[in-house]
């Protein structure tokens, strides 16, 4: 059977780094997957996780099951890094959250939850968005489509347009908001127009999922809530989906969340029973390091503050490197205004390079970036590959 199949199509972001593992120059660049690097080129395991797994591990006594919605104490920890501990949504009980492995696997159990209870729902996913989105919910057999978000021209979102995409979406469907850093675009709402998508959602009887993977690498870990916050009015309905890979660093360990926040707690169980359903025929149950970690540091004052500090680095560091690429460019005589990326948020630079470009920063430079749209990790960046790096971007521009 398996001489008739032809070649599987390559993923257009793990797939990037596969070829540049194949790449045998030594001065080849990675800047392709979401993925932090710290000064030195090197993925670190954060402080805050190295003495929460020491602890873990010393602690530890059963390997049985977890239950299918994972570990109750990481699901309120998780809640409360949401909402905050005293959000009348965690206080009236009527959210209800799934350990998940990762956030991909998170917006699976999302797109097989909504395909199974709501089959007449469409997804509606911002116009660009990550490259798995739709493929995700395709697999879940949730019909996708997109609705308008980015200003190409202005390097910057285009508000208006948003707004009556929004207004487009017919009652009953679901709409997927990146809850900070957009990916790929880096181009935020402000909280005030945060405010006027909420009252746009919650007028029409759209369901908000909120894909919230890069909590604290945009302007603070409170401040990227923002969005969420807006959306959290009395009565309202949401889905969240959490990832801890970016922020804890815990990217191998796969370990994310899928919150389903419902008018009442009695709708919050009942709704976490069918996803609990999506669970056992995806995986049965989560694994259980990683929300061993993430709910030892939250739950733990000191550790917490480590956190804290540790994002907080991570994302000083991704600023300088956004302002150090603006003035490496010009540098090298770069005419085109790249000044729009110092003000995106997160990992990403959404550079504007185009598909030829892209090929031949890899073919000629080695150097890896995504093509849609000529995504750049930013977080890849190192004092050390940013001369290089300025270097090859002016030449595939001339
Ligand atoms: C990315 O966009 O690079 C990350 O979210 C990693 C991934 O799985 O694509």
Redo the contacts with the bound molecule.
């Keep these: 059977m398996f001489e008739t199949l032809g070649p599987a199509p390559v993923d257009p972001?793990?797939g990037i780094t596969e070829a540049y593992n194949q790449d045998p120059n030594p001065d080849k660049i990675n800047l392709?997957?979401?993925v932090y690097k710290d000064a030195n080129g090197h993925t670190p395991i954060f402080r805050s996780v190295k003495k929460a797994e020491s602890r873990v591990l010393a602690e530890a006594d059963s390997k049985s099951y977890l239950g299918m919605d994972g570990d109750a104490d990481y699901q309120k920890a998780v809640q409360v890094l949401l909402f905050g501990t005293n959000h009348e949504i965690v206080s009236a009980q009527r959210a209800a959250t799934a350990q998940t492995p990762g956030g991909?696997g998170a917006l699976r159990v999302a797109g097989d939850f909504i395909h199974q209870q709501f089959p007449q729902a469409t997804v509606w996913l911002s116009d660009p968005t990550?490259?798995?989105h739709a493929k995700v919910f395709a697999s879940a057999e949730v019909p996708v489509k997109t609705y308008s978000y980015f200003d190409a021209e202005a390097n910057g979102l285009d508000f208006e347009a948003l707004l009556e995409a929004l207004q487009q979406i017919p009652d009953g469907d679901v709409v997927l908001l990146h809850g900070c850093c957009h990916?790929?675009t880096g181009v935020d709402p402000t909280p005030e127009q945060w405010e006027q998508i909420s009252a746009v959602v919650g007028q029409k009887g759209v369901l908000p999922l909120v894909d919230f993977?890069y909590q604290g690498l945009g302007d603070g870990l409170s401040e990227d809530g923002r969005g969420l916050m807006a959306l959290c009015q009395p009565g309202c309905e949401l889905l969240v989906a959490s990832s801890f890979s970016k922020n804890f660093g815990l990217y191998q360990e796969r370990i994310g969340a899928l919150t389903v926040v419902a008018g009442s707690q009695d709708a919050a169980r009942t709704a976490m029973g069918h996803v609990k359903m999506s669970i056992r025929t995806n995986y049965s149950n989560p694994p259980a390091h990683g929300s061993s970690i993430v709910k030892t540091i939250l739950n733990d004052p000191d550790l917490r503050a480590d956190w804290d500090a540790e994002v907080k680095e991570m994302r000083d560091r991704i600023n300088s490197m956004r302002k150090l690429f603006v003035d490496g460019l010009e540098r090298k005589g770069v005419r085109r205004d790249f000044s729009f990326v110092a003000r995106q948020k997160g990992m990403f630079s959404y550079s504007g390079l185009t598909p030829e470009q892209v090929d031949a920063l890899r073919e000629k430079h080695s150097v890896y970036v995504v093509k849609n749209g000529g995504r750049i990790?930013v977080a890849g960046m190192t004092e050390q590959n940013m001369d290089r790096l300025c270097e090859a971007i002016a030449d595939v521009l001339k």
Aim: proline share 8%; aromatic share 8%.
């Design positions: 972001i793990l392709s997957v979401g991909t990550w490259a798995n990916n790929p993977a990790n």
